[in-house]
C-alpha cells in the first residue's frame, strides 16, 4: 500500500500516535450508579414520608403526589451541586433516534445583584423546550412552537460529566402543547401501562391474588464499528451517511472467521475500559464485550433493566460509546452496514415480561408442559407475532437497516418465531389436544475426566429467525444498531397486552360455559396453535425454500425494505391496536408514518448527492489523472519500440464512461419531487434512486481495482478495516 500524500499522513498519524494513557480501573462498588440520583441517595436526603411517596410511584406505578416535588428538587439540586454541576437539562427523545436536551442554569439574580443556585418543584416537574424543529409529522404548524417536557420519576436523574463540567440531566417524557406525544418515551410509558393491565386480567384468572406491576425487561445487545478519525475524515460519505458509498473488498475480510471473539486490540480495549468507567458511573450495567465478526466490529451487552429504563440507558449507552470514540481517536459508527462485503451491526433487544410476585412469566422452568402460566403468555406472544408481524417488521424499518435485513448475517424481513425443539414439542402437543410431557434437554458428558458434564439447553439458537426464544425471554434480532429500542418495545408491549386481553376473555368464556380452568387453559392455547402457528418457524430462514413457504404457504408478509413496511403503520388495524390499549392516538400514529418515511426519503436522498459528488469531485478526477499518465506511458513506450495491449485503457475508458453515464442520470433524478405521496416517493427511492447509486457504486469499485493506489482519493477497506 502506498496510497496518495493524505493517505499516506493519515497511516502516519495513526502508527506514531502515542498511546492514551491507562488508568487504573477504581472498584466498582465506588463507580457503580455514583452519577445517579438512586433511591438510595433519595432516601438519605428526603423526609421519610416524601421518600415513601416517591417510591410508591416509582416501584408500585402509584400517581406521582406533585405536592412533593418542591422537596425532591431541592434534594436532587444539593446533590447535584456537590457533583460540580451548574445547569441541568430535561432530556427527551424526539423522533429522530436522538437524544435533545436544553441546558438551564441553577443560578438565580436577586433584587441585590448578587445570585444564588435555585431550583424548584415546578422546574423539575415541567419543562418548555421549542418544538417547533423537532419532527411531528404534521400534527401542528411550523409556526407553533410550544412543546411541554415532564419529568418521569420511573427514570432516574443523572449527571453527565465532560472536559467542561457537569450536567444534571433529568428524563423526562416531550409533548405537543395540544398534548400529543412527539417523542418515544410516552408511548413506551403507556404501552408498559396496557400490558400491565392486561397481564394481570390473566394472572387474575389463574388464581393469584397478590400481583405487583407487570413490566417489560429489555436487555439489548449494540454492536458497532470503529474506524480512525484520521481516516474518517477524508470520507465524505462516513462523516454525512455514517455508511461507505464506495469501496472494494479487501483482499481479506471475515473470511477467516479470525476476528469473531478474538484477543480485543489493546487500543480499542483502553476505549471500551473507558466507556465502561462512564457506563457504571451512570448505573447502566454493561456486563459483555468482545469482537464481533467482521474486522473492526465490536459489541457490548448490559444487563436486563426495565423496558423504560433500559431505553433511556440505551440512548445514553450509544451517545457514550460516540464521545468517547472521539477522545480516543476514533469514530464509532452505529450504521447497520457501514462496509459492503462484511458483516452489518444490530442491536439484539432480549424481551420479557415479569413482575415482583410472580416473577419472569415467560421462563418455561423445567417443566413447560406443566407450566399453565408460562405456555399462556408464550401463546400469547406467538398470537401478538403472526396478527402484527408486519407491525415489527415496521418498527424496525429505515433505509440503513434495509441493507442488513435478509443478508446471511441479520434475520430475512419476514417476522417468524422460533422456539426450540422443546417448545415445538410442546405446542404440538397442545394442538393434538393433550400435553403429556416435555422433552429431556439432557447433559453434555464430552468423554474427558478432567472436563465437566453440564446439563444442555432445551433447545439450540437460531441465528436466523427475527423473534427467538432462548431460554426465558424473547431476542427480536432485527432491530437496527443506531435504532432507539424504544419503538420496537412499544410494538412488542402493545401486540402482547392485545393478545394477553384475547387470552382473558378467551379463559373467561369458557369458564363461564362450566369448563375447569385446566380444560379452558388447553382449549385457548389450541385455538392459539391452530389459528397462528403458521408463525412458528425452526429452519433455515436464509433459504429461498422458505420464503417461499412463508409467503406462499403460510400467508407472512415479506417487506423487503422500508417503502413496503412503513405503511404498515397506515393499515386500520394497526391503527385500532394502539388507539384501543391508549398508546397511540390516531393522530400520533399518523405523525409517525409521516415522519419516517420523511426521514427514509432524506436518508436515501443525501446518500445519492454524496454518491454524485464524490464520483464526480473525487473518483472522476483520478481515474483521467490515471487514464492520462497510462496513455503518455503507453506512447512512450511505443516509440521505443515497445507496443503493449492498449486493452485496459480501453477497460478503464469504458469503466469511467459508464460510471459518469450513470452519475448523470442519478443526479437528474434526485430533484424530482412531483410525488402524489410518502409512498410513492418511498418506493421512488427503494426502486429507482438506490439501484442507480448501486449501478454507480458498482463501476468505481471496479476502477479502484485499476487505477494506481497512490491516485486513489479516498481511504480503502484495508485501510479502515485493519489499520488501527
Known sequence: MTG???????????????????????????????????????????PKEVFKSLKKTIEASEELDVSIADVVALAMKDWALSKGALYYAHVFYPLTNATAEKHDGFISVQSDGSVISEFSGKVLVQGEPDGSSFPNGGIRSTFEARGYTAWDVTSPAFIMTTDNGATLCIPTVFVSWTGEALDKKTPLLRANAALNKAAKRVLSILGHT????????????????????????????????????????????????????????ERVQVYMQDVEDQLYRLGIPAKTRHNEVAPGQFEIAPFFESANVATDHQQLLMTVLKNT???????????????????????????????????NLLDPGSTPHSNSQFLLFCGAVIRGVHKYGPLLRAAIATASNDHRLGANEAPPAIMSIYLGSQLDNVFEQISQGKITGSLNAGVMDLGINTLPIFSKDAGDR?????????????????????????????AMNTMLADSLNWVADALESKLKTGADLDTAILKTLKEVIDTHGAVVFGGNGYSAEWHKMAVEERGLANLRTAADALPVLKEPYVEELFNKLGVL????????????????????????????????????PAAIKYLSDLSVTLSSLKSNGIDLSNERLVHI????TSMMETVSKLSSIISRHDFSSPEEHMQFCAKT????????????????????????????????????
Not at 5 to 27: C, D, G, H, L, T
Not at 233 to 249: E, I, K, N, V, Y
Request: proline fraction near 6%; include cysteine; glycine fraction near 8%.
Open 325 to 359: 470514540a472521539k477522545r480516543h481517536g476514533l469514530v464509532c459508527l452505529l450504521h447497520e452496514k457501514p462496509f459492503k462485503g462484511i458483516n452489518g451491526s444490530g442491536k439484539h433487544v432480549n424481551w420479557s415480561v415479569g413482575n415482583a410476585t410472580q416473577g
Open 210 to 265: 397478590d400481583i405487583a406491576p407487570v413490566n417489560s425487561s429489555c436487555g439489548a445487545e449494540q454492536e458497532y464499528f470503529l474506524v480512525d478519525t484520521n481516516f474518517v475524515s477524508q470520507r465524505p460519505d462516513l462523516l454525512l451517511a455514517g455508511r461507505t458509498l464506495f469501496g472494494a473488498a479487501a483482499a481479506k475480510g471475515q473470511q477467516f472467521d479470525d476476528h469473531y471473539f478474538g484477543a480485543i486490540p
Open 585 to 620: 392516538s390516531p393522530v400520533e400514529l399518523a405523525s409517525r408514518f409521516e415522519i419516517y418515511a420523511e426521514q427514509y426519503i432524506l436518508a436515501i436522498e443525501v446518500e445519492a448527492k454524496l454518491v454524485v459528488s464524490m464520483a464526480k469531485t473525487g473518483i472522476y
Open 653 to 656: 475508458t469504458a469503466l469511467v
Open 462 to 490: 437460531n441465528r436466523t429467525s427475527p423473534f427467538a426464544f432462548t431460554g426465558n425471554r424473547f431476542e427480536f434480532r432485527a432491530v437496527g444498531s443506531g435504532q432507539s429500542v424504544a419503538g420496537p418495545l412499544v
Open 689 to 724: 434512486i438506490r439501484p442507480l447509486m448501486d449501478e454507480v457504486r458498482c463501476f468505481a469499485d471496479a476502477l479502484e481495482g485499476e487505477i494506481a493506489d497512490e491516485l486513489w482519493p479516498f481511504p480503502t477497506y484495508q485501510e479502515m478495516l485493519f489499520i488501527k
Open 4 to 46: 496518495n500524500s493524505s493517505r499516506v499522513q493519515a497511516v502516519q498519524n495513526i502508527i506514531n500516535r502515542p498511546p492514551m494513557p491507562v488508568k487504573q480501573p477504581e472498584p466498582l462498588s465506588s463507580l457503580w450508579a455514583s452519577d445517579v440520583f438512586t433511591l438510595g441517595k433519595m432516601k438519605e436526603s428526603l
